[in-house]
């Protein structure tokens, strides 16, 4: 692999999902990330199906690209020899098991350290480290709804809905790669590793953005109310003749373009504040205007006046999407038994001054459960 944090060393404790997707965005940037599995079943989601392909889960497939694995039993005294040598090799140790797991099988993080003075500890929980409830078990929808993200999210407040993706452990995990790339900037200064935690609580609240202020500083507790935002209007999904489309009105210049273009009645719905006190009937209003257009001339017309809007794509047609494809977010690999796949690729590209891409493009797929454990045995030994 090459990239940015070509030779840098991950261990990769983690399993499920927070701490696998961590570790694949470092992969992704190019450190080697060895994962360490449980002989036998190997990381649960191995497990997470169906679908599967052929026998290989494709939830284990969404998280673990770009990895090594080994398989390890921990309690074993040899099996704890060898991860001891990965970790005095190790740049970075990333692990979500519970409080409290790791001393009980003395690998806890001071003695980690003090083996490697350099090494980077990545610690992810379900709800923090300590505090009254840090020892409970972490999971994404649980997470989803203690942290108030599913209030949020429905139709309205009687009809809480999750996020459709395990949101709050993508999240935890991006935070999770987050502090590990300051901990190394920072070991660059001061030659020592030093412990960042998230968790899935606090990677969801670290995302509220503007409902958060709204109860901090207003005192307004936000609701969950469908497909339109509470603060801007109108942003939302409406209504046309053959289906909907979404339409993002975020300053009074755009309002001006869509009253324009659709001869709109503004009367009472001047300003973004009369909008959403009255959003009922600007929705009214809008869905009028658009009732007679087919989506597809209904966005070739938004788009004349140039008003932002866009359609609701199902996921094969996200992935059929020219411009998705454009930006590199499909990446080609040769698996070990399934030959070659198609996986969703990693968000970010790089380029030079000049404008030259430099985007590491060759993946490797995810592994297979101790696909690698012969050759880094033999590299330890």
């Not at 499920?16 to 060895?34: C, E, S, W």
Request: hydrophobic share 40%; charged share 20%; with cysteine.
């Amino acid at each position: 692999m090459t990239g940015p944090l070509g030779g840098v060393l991950v261990v990769d404790l983690s399993r499920a999902l927070a701490g696998p997707h961590a570790t694949m965005m470092l992969g992704d940037l190019g450190a080697r990330v060895i994962k360490v599995e449980a002989p036998g079943k190997g990381d649960d989601t191995r497990g997470w199906g169906p679908p599967f392909a052929g026998d290989e889960s494709t939830y284990f497939l969404s998280a673990n690209r770009n990895k090594e694995s080994i398989t390890l039993d921990l309690k074993d005294t040899a099996d704890r020899d060898l991860l001891l040598k990965l970790v005095d090799r190790a740049d970075v140790l990333v692990e979500n098991f519970r409080s409290g797991v790791l001393e009980r099988l003395g690998l806890g993080i001071a003695a980690l350290k003090e083996r490697n003075p350099r090494l980077i500890v990545l610690s992810i929980t379900g709800f923090g480290h300590d505090g009254p409830e840090g020892g409970r078990a972490g999971y994404d929808q649980i997470a989803q709804g203690e942290a108030g993200l599913m209030s949020l999210t429905g139709s309205g407040p009687d009809d809480p809905q999750r996020v459709g993706t395990p949101i709050g452990d993508l999240l935890a995990g991006m935070y999770g790669a987050y502090g590990v790339l300051a901990a190394l900037h920072e070991r660059g200064t001061t030659g020592v590793g030093t412990v960042v935690r998230t968790s899935l609580l606090a990677a969801v609240v670290g995302v509220h953005a503007f409902q958060g202020t709204r109860y901090t500083v207003a005192g307004e507790v936000g609701v969950a109310q469908g497909n339109h935002h509470p603060s801007i209007a109108p942003y939302g999904l409406f209504h046309c003749a053959d289906g909907t489309v979404q339409v993002a009105v975020g300053s009074e210049g755009l309002w001006q373009r869509l009253v324009d273009a659709f001869g709109l009645d503004p009367a009472g719905l001047e300003t973004n504040t009369q909008r959403v006190a009255d959003r009922s009937r600007l929705i009214s209003v809008v869905e009028k205007a658009f009732a007679e257009w087919s989506a597809e001339d209904l966005l070739a017309r938004l788009a004349e006046a140039g008003i932002p809007a866009g359609k609701v794509r199902r996921l094969d047609e996200v992935y059929e999407w020219e411009q998705t494809q454009s930006q590199g977010l499909l990446v080609d690999v040769d698996h070990a038994t399934l030959g070659s796949l198609r996986l969703p690729g990693p968000p970010l590209r790089f380029f030079t001054g000049d404008g030259t891409e430099t985007t590491p493009r060759d993946h490797a797929a995810p592994p297979t459960l101790d696909q690698h454990g012969a050759a880094i045995r033999e590299w330890l030994a």
